[in-house]
């Protein structure tokens, strides 16, 4: 298994478009919701890993993290719920902005259940 930091350089390198691009992303996903287009669901799938990963690996650097593993193991779960959850997203120009919600939504509910373990200690 890669550490979260390798796996994102691996993808990055091979992402057509900066993970900032958030335009471009938005595209991919409307191309592929809209033409099923192969290639750019193979963007939006690269994108969305390369957005949750640097997203979970900014969060470790703060000191987050419980043990070296829950990175590696948020970063799934992220991912994992967006790929079961995305068919619903109701406006494709704004897919970028859905993912940083579920990121964001993943960090804090993993971060809350941490702190009640702790306090239940």
């Keep these: 298994m890669t550490d979260p930091s390798s796996r994102l350089r ?3 390198d091979r992402l057509p478009f900066s993970v900032d691009d958030t335009d471009a992303a938005n595209q991919a996903f409307r191309r592929w919701t809209d033409q099923q287009d192969p290639k750019a669901e193979r963007h939006v799938g690269m994108w969305t890993d390369c957005y949750v990963c640097r997203y979970v690996l900014a969060k470790s ?4 993290f419980e043990s070296v593993a829950a990175p590696e193991e948020l970063i799934t779960r992220a ?3 967006i790929q079961k959850i995305r068919d619903g997203v109701r406006d494709p120009s704004r897919y970028a902005n859905w993912v940083s919600v579920v990121s964001k939504n993943t960090f804090l509910n993993h971060t809350r259940r ?3 373990a702790d306090s239940i200690d």
């Excluded at 650097?61 to 987050?64: P, V, Y």
């Design 114 to 116: 941490d702190r009640a």
């Design 79 to 81: 991912y994992e719920k």
């Design 61 to 64: 650097a703060g000191g987050n």
């Design 10 to 12: 691996t993808v990055l």
